[in-house]
């Protein structure tokens, strides 16, 4: 094979090659220290690309965005901050918060400005929260950030490998983050199971995110700070899930709204 | 074990809202301005409910939506002079008591964002979708409405020109993790 084209090579670090190739653009890599170098520029391009655009997944959503979302083009900014100012904030718990994540992000979107993000966040009663089960869920996500290859945490299931059949995968690759395997857990006595996802940017990840099933209430999402990692949790249908990272709870709640999607979890 | 039943058919205005923050990252990655970015997203938000008819279930609705921000964005690049593209300059407010590494950060992570802006737009468009949203290449292709090849050629071109921009510039003498540290 002749030595890889620009074209080939970003294929490559793409995970785009067919098996085979791969294999012989690695034994290039291995023999040929300018295209390794040119590898690891190009990584650290890409890296410092997705750096400079990730904080816009932690801004607030304009709230004229989420009115064009849900069809309601006839607000201006005085009509919206009108509305806003008449507009008293739910309490969870409340049955009607779920009903679709366009009424949920309408409360969210209403309390831009408040000086807490655009989080209802604390001045609402927070639900009762399963507290031994979020510090298993924390103690867990450290244990596995912590560990080295001495301390052999594999998976049970790694990246790549098959999953079961009803299982059902978050994909978080357009947020920027790998999944790498999941764990069989028993948390409180019932089966869990630990989702690790890694990224390149340390701001943001590791993440683990963890479902359980679960005998008790729905409960709307809420959060909490253990230590050094921020957990975001919520109880839906018989599962319970957790987001366990040091990512800000702004990138955390669209985390969850994009995993609630995926897996109907809301 | 976690769930495994299928998502119902979601309305598309919920489906939209979970998508927003993608989008508004998409939009700010091809035109350079927050301002223009959430203009950008708010046209297709409104664009896509008036034609969700056609948006077949079962398919990615974010692709659908990244074409139709992309759309939106050409159509308005044609629609004016886009020999020179009005780029929103973003002061950087450097505070005197800054660390001198976090300064060299953001500088990095400025710099990113100027090389962006310089490349083709068919070339941002496919740098945005694969290597910040994480389309892979068939699914990048889909949404440009263009060849698996074409989408290869054009990304390959946007990474090197990228990079050797950095290059000359100075953006990869301060290490990524550097620039995380921002």
Redesign the interface.
């Known amino acids: 094979m002749q030595k890889p084209?620009?074209?080939r090579?970003?294929?490559y670090l793409?995970g785009?090659l067919a098996e085979s190739e791969r294999a012989e653009i690695a034994l290039w890599l291995e023999r040929d220290e300018a295209l390794r170098e040119r590898a690891a520029?190009?990584t650290?391009?890409?890296?410092?690309?997705?750096?400079?655009?990730?904080e816009?997944?932690r801004?607030p959503?304009?709230e004229?965005?989420?009115a064009?979302?849900?069809?309601d083009?006839t607000g201006t900014v005085t009509d919206l901050a009108a509305a806003r100012a008449t507009r008293t904030a739910r309490r969870f718990g409340d049955r009607r918060w779920w009903a679709?994540?366009?009424a949920a992000?309408s409360i969210f979107g209403i309390m831009v400005g408040s000086g807490i993000g655009y989080f209802v966040g604390n001045d609402s009663p927070s639900p009762p929260a399963a507290a031994a089960w979020l510090d298993s869920a924390t103690v867990y996500h450290n244990l596995y950030v912590n560990a080295d290859a001495d301390d052999h945490l594999g998976f049970d299931v790694a990246a790549g490998q098959k999953l079961?059949?009803?299982?059902?995968l978050p994909n978080l690759?357009?947020?920027?983050l790998d999944f790498q395997g999941v764990r069989y857990l028993i948390i409180e006595g019932r089966?869990a199971?630990q989702?690790f996802y890694t990224t390149?940017?340390?701001?943001l990840g590791p993440l683990t995110v963890v479902?359980a099933?679960t005998s008790k209430p729905d409960v709307a999402p809420a959060w909490e700070k253990h230590g050094d990692v921020n957990v975001f949790y919520w109880r839906h249908?018989g599962?319970a899930y957790a987001l366990v990272g040091t990512a800000d709870f702004g990138y955390l709640w669209?985390i969850h709204?994009?995993i609630?999607?995926?897996?109907?979890?809301i | 074990?976690?769930?495994?039943?299928?998502?119902?058919s979601?309305?598309v205005?919920?489906?939209?809202?979970?998508?927003?923050?993608?989008l508004?990252?998409f939009a700010?990655?091809l035109t350079g301005s927050a301002a223009d970015a959430?203009d950008l997203?708010?046209a297709a938000?409104?664009r896509a409910?008036t034609r969700a008819h056609q948006f077949q279930e079962g398919t990615r609705f974010?692709s659908w939506m990244f074409r139709i921000v992309q759309t939106i964005w050409i159509d308005q690049l044609r629609s004016r002079d886009t020999r020179r593209e009005e780029v929103e300059e973003q002061g950087m407010h450097v505070g005197t008591d800054e660390p001198v590494r976090r300064i060299e950060a953001r500088l990095?992570?400025q710099e990113?964002?100027i090389a962006?802006r310089e490349l083709p737009p068919e070339q941002r468009t496919a740098?945005?979708l694969?290597?910040?949203?994480?389309?892979?290449?068939k699914e990048a292709a889909e949404v440009a409405e263009v060849p698996v090849g074409t989408i290869?050629?054009r990304?390959?071109r946007a990474?090197?020109a990228?990079?050797a921009k950095?290059?000359a510039g100075g953006?990869?003498r301060r290490?990524?993790?550097d620039?995380?540290a921002?």
């Open positions: 084209s620009d074209e090579l970003v294929a793409d785009e520029q190009l650290e391009s890409a890296a410092l690309l997705r750096s400079a655009l990730d816009v997944l801004e959503v304009p004229r965005l989420i064009a979302a849900r069809g083009t679709g994540m366009a992000a079961p059949q009803n299982f059902r690759k357009p947020w920027g089966p199971a989702l390149d940017n340390k701001t479902v099933q249908r599962h669209n709204n994009d609630a999607y995926q897996l109907d979890a | 074990m976690p769930p495994g039943f299928r998502a119902m979601v309305p205005s919920d489906q939209l809202i979970a998508v927003l923050p993608r508004r990252r700010r990655g959430d997203v708010q938000c409104e409910l974010d990095a992570l990113v964002r962006l740098l945005l694969v290597t910040v949203d994480g389309l892979s290449y290869m050629s990304l390959a990474r090197i990228l990079q950095l290059a953006g990869l290490s990524a993790s620039a995380k921002e």
